[in-house]
């Protein structure tokens, strides 16, 4: 499921791309395949990391020596890398569990070079306070959400750091009901029909793509889009 839109995040040939807590892959192995980079995934997970290899594998590309594949298991906190590693960053859906997201943005201002770019999306705040208000669960399950953010104040928090935004969409709009129902029937939810339904028409939509849901999607997002998704630029010094 991709919630960064790589025409707002060009890839150029030769960048060095990084996805910050990756997770299973989605946006490090979308990266590789999008252009001829260096894309680098990072996560604390080892199980999510070792999916991410799996992942890739149909895709590794061996005969291409312009582009290359490297996964990292480390802290936001204390990245890897020198400063001014990067041409690119993502960050989707990871500051919301980060004790210390802002210490984690630090990192991406000092790893991004001079007027590179960062896109960094997280749970929009009307939709997330919808789940946190039908299941506690929701967010105190280890891993969980850490807290909501109110996006016009998480811009102005990047942008104390000198970054410079200059777009900003919503995504996932048919996925917020579907997270309203699971909160709703937190503890039925593993056996809730009207759950295992959505579930299956999310998945026919990931897989199928088809054009009524897309252009429904698109029409909802700004109204209800899960995920806010912020991008910016790093101002040079």
Not at 40 to 69: M, W
Not at 103 to 119: D, T, Y
Not at 128 to 136: A, G
Request: hydrophobic share 40%; aromatic share 14%; charged share 20%.
């Amino acid at each position: 499921m991709q919630t960064v839109n790589f025409k707002h995040l060009p890839l150029q040939a030769g960048d060095t791309v990084l996805d910050l807590g990756c997770g299973e892959g989605r946006h490090v192995i979308l990266a590789y395949l999008e252009q001829d980079v260096t894309a680098i995934g990072v996560d604390l997970s080892l199980q999510d990391l070792q999916a991410t290899q799996e992942k890739f594998q149909p895709f590794y590309e061996p005969d291409n020596a312009n582009k290359s594949f490297g996964l990292s298991s480390a802290n936001a906190l204390q990245l890897p890398f020198a400063d001014n590693t990067f041409d690119k960053v993502i960050c989707s859906e990871v500051l919301e569990h980060i004790p210390d997201f802002k210490g984690a943005l630090q990192e991406i201002e000092r790893v991004l070079k001079p007027g590179g770019l960062f896109c960094a999306s997280v749970p929009r705040t009307w939709p997330e306070k919808i789940c946190w208000y039908f299941s506690e669960a929701y967010h105190k399950v280890e891993g969980g959400h850490l807290r909501i953010f109110e996006a016009n104040k998480l811009k102005a928090q990047i942008e104390a750091l000198g970054f410079k935004a200059f777009h900003r969409h919503w995504a996932h709009a048919l996925h917020s009901p579907f997270w309203w129902l699971k909160c709703l029937f937190w503890k039925q939810q593993d056996s809730n029909w009207l759950i295992k339904q959505y579930h299956r028409f999310l998945v026919w939509d990931l897989m199928d793509k088809p054009a009524f849901t897309r252009n429904l999607e698109t029409l909802l997002n700004p109204l209800m889009g899960k995920s806010v998704v912020l991008y910016f630029k790093k101002e040079l010094n």
